[in-house]
């Protein structure tokens, strides 16, 4: 198996998330923009090293937050973090394992997308048996483009972005080879709200969308 040409991905990730994401303030922003306030129990799917869940923490104090995660070293990183002193950490692959309990929110980014398309209707599902009443569900994620042309143009938007934040031409080249191999599974967008309301979600909207990125909403 080749080597990946990201060495100590759990120390890097944070810095990653900067030089890979367009926007990311943005994005990350959209996500946790939708989230209300107040006291809410909170789940985040595949939370790595708590990149989202530290700006969850600032903007919505009140809340009670559970992550999960498959990858240790990860979530190493998170537990190393002082302002997720009091938030939950479970190591475990959501396709073997899910929590226990109801919550008012879940939320994923950068991770379903990657799942083949028999799993994500699977999670999708239990996503939506995990919510309360009212509950809402937010995915951050990748998508595919419904023209070659733009997916052509986004590619290129984005393999000049990743150069231009200092990421090496071999992560880079690494980074779209990684997308290439999956993106014909990846779902469009309006293929993903397909997905959601086949799962049960009555409301799916998408309030941010910026080339191969974007943010959709669902509540039960």
Request: proline share 5%; hydrophobic share 40%.
């Amino acid at each position: 198996m080749t080597r990946s040409v990201f060495e100590n991905l759990s120390q890097r990730y944070d810095v990653l998330q900067k030089q890979a994401l367009p926007n990311w303030q943005t994005f990350f922003s959209t996500v946790v923009e939708y989230i209300p306030e107040g006291k809410s129990n909170i789940l985040e799917l595949a939370s790595g090293t708590g990149f989202l869940t530290s700006m969850i923490r600032k903007a919505r104090p009140e809340a009670s937050i559970t992550c999960i995660d498959r990858d240790p070293a990860m979530l190493e990183v998170a537990k190393g973090k002082p302002e997720l002193k009091d938030v939950i950490f479970i190591e475990g692959d959501i396709l073997k394992a899910w929590p226990e309990g109801t919550f008012d929110l879940i939320v994923s980014t950068q991770f379903i997308f990657a799942l083949p398309s028999d799993d994500r209707i699977r999670v999708f599902r239990q996503i939506h048996d995990s919510l309360r009443p009212d509950g809402i569900f937010i995915e951050g994620d990748i998508f595919r483009q419904e023209s070659r042309l733009e997916t052509m143009i986004y590619r290129s938007q984005w393999e000049k972005y990743m150069l231009e934040h200092d990421m090496s031409p071999a992560e880079v080249e690494e980074m779209l080879l990684s997308l290439d191999r999956i993106y014909g599974r990846i779902d469009t967008i309006p293929e993903l709200k397909e997905k959601l309301k086949a799962a049960g979600f009555e409301n799916v909207f998408c309030p941010y969308w910026y080339e191969l990125y974007a943010v959709v909403v669902a509540s039960v």
